[in-house]
Every structure is written in structure tokens, then in C-alpha cells.
């Protein structure tokens, strides 16, 4: 895979996952659903901190708002170094499977970036309303966003029968996790990464040429 059909597949996913977090901000109020499926909802949340909406804040004796800034600066660390990885590995000729891998991460690394960067400063809040783009009663500031979610899988929700014993009678879902497009594509191409793994780090692809050094011949 090329630089050209790298940036392509980065731009696509980008595209999708926007307008499907901004479709969701401005015709949704928080907490709001829709069944698509038995299986499949479109269930609106907000996450305002790392996976799983883990915070820093709960793991370290920190504000939310500091926790929050900390977490958005080291997105933009980490999408530095995973763009240079990208990079690097188009210019090394490597496999078309690590390079697709690889831009499947930097793209929903990006993704999500976006959102805890801007959202604050053009979204107003989405509780008990729907948002409006370009508010200006925006509800945070810049490095403040909160990252939309909206793809909801509960293949199983039942409750535990009475027997059963500590959770008897309690409520049990599975796929419980909501999510966004570009979580889809980091997942996938960790996947990939993981699956394939001998496929991707093994010999460069012999149809790819090195992308010359600057100030070198091509």
C-alpha cells in the first residue's frame, strides 16, 4: 500500500466518523436511544476520559479538569508517534498489512482527538437538549471535549436467574461497551496487528519502492 491509498483509507474513516459523532451531537439529547436491532442500538454518550471512560482523575489524587488536559495532551503524543510509525513504514516499503493496520490506528486515534479537542468550544451541553454546532454557549473549552459514542451491541440482556449465586437477580448484558467509528477502527487494526502478525512484520512488499530521502534522486 502506498502513501496515496494510506491517506485515502485515513481520510474515509475520518469522514464517517465525524459526521456520525456530529450527526448524533445535534439530533440527539444525551442518553437517548434507538433500536435498530434487538441486538444493535444507537445509544448517545458522552466519554470524557480513556477507554472504557475511565478517568485519571479516579486513578490519581488529580482534578477531572486536570486529568482531562493530561489525557488530551498525551492523545497528541501518542498520534505523533503512531503517524511517524505510519510514515516510516510507507517509506520502508513494509507490508500492505501493517501499513493498512497502522492507518487504521492513526485514523481513529485522530478521530477521537478531534473530539476532546473541539467539541468543547462548538457543542453546548446535550442534557435534556440536543446540541447545537457552532453553540455559542459552548460547554467546555479547548482540550476539553468529550468524545461522542453511539454504537451499542447488548447481544445478551437478561437478568441472572435467583439462583445463581452473588448476582442472582441482577441485571446481565453482553456486548455492554459503547463505542464510536473510530474505536472500531483502532480495535480492527490492533486486530489485524495481532492476527496477522507474521504477515505484517515479515519481508517488505517486494511491489513497494522506498520513498527517497530529501535531497536524493527518485
Known amino acids: 500500500m502506498n502513501i496515496k491509498k494510506s491517506l485515502v483509507l485515513v481520510i474515509v474513516i475520518l469522514l464517517v466518523d465525524q459526521i456520525s459523532k456530529v450527526y448524533i451531537k445535534t439530533h440527539f439529547m444525551l442518553?437517548?436511544?434507538?433500536?435498530?436491532?434487538?441486538?444493535?442500538?444507537?445509544?448517545?454518550?458522552?466519554?470524557?476520559?480513556?477507554?472504557?471512560?475511565?478517568?485519571?482523575?479516579?486513578?490519581?489524587?488529580?482534578?477531572?479538569?486536570?486529568?482531562?488536559?493530561?489525557?488530551?495532551?498525551?492523545?497528541?503524543?501518542?498520534?505523533?508517534?503512531i503517524g511517524y510509525w505510519l510514515w516510516d513504514s510507507i517509506k520502508k516499503g513494509a507490508s500492505s498489512t501493517l501499513i493498512t493496520a497502522v492507518s487504521l490506528i492513526f485514523a481513529g486515534a485522530v478521530g477521537n482527538i478531534v473530539d476532546s479537542l473541539f467539541y468543547g468550544m462548538i457543542f453546548n451541553d446535550s442534557y435534556n437538549t440536543v446540541a447545537t454546532l457552532f453553540s455559542e454557549d459552548p460547554y467546555g473549552k479547548l482540550f476539553y471535549g468529550k468524545v461522542v459514542d453511539m454504537l451499542y451491541f447488548p447481544l445478551i440482556d437478561t437478568v441472572w436467574p435467583e439462583w445463581v449465586p452473588f448476582v442472582g437477580g441482577q441485571d446481565f448484558r453482553f456486548f455492554e461497551p459503547v463505542f464510536n467509528i473510530a474505536d472500531t477502527a483502532i480495535s480492527t487494526g490492533?486486530?489485524?496487528?495481532?492476527?496477522?502478525?507474521?504477515?505484517?512484520?515479515?519481508?517488505?512488499?517486494?511491489?513497494m519502492e522506498e520513498i527517497p530521502e530529501e535531497g536524493q534522486n527518485s
Open 31 to 81: 442518553g437517548e436511544s434507538v433500536d435498530v436491532f434487538d441486538w444493535f442500538k444507537i445509544l448517545f454518550i458522552e466519554n470524557e476520559g480513556a477507554a472504557w471512560g475511565t478517568k485519571l482523575s479516579d486513578l490519581l489524587p488529580i482534578s477531572d479538569s486536570a486529568g482531562k488536559l493530561i489525557l488530551t495532551v498525551f492523545r497528541l503524543f501518542a498520534i505523533t508517534g
Open 190 to 207: 490492533v486486530g489485524i496487528l495481532v492476527v496477522f502478525n507474521k504477515k505484517a512484520f515479515g519481508k517488505k512488499n517486494p511491489n
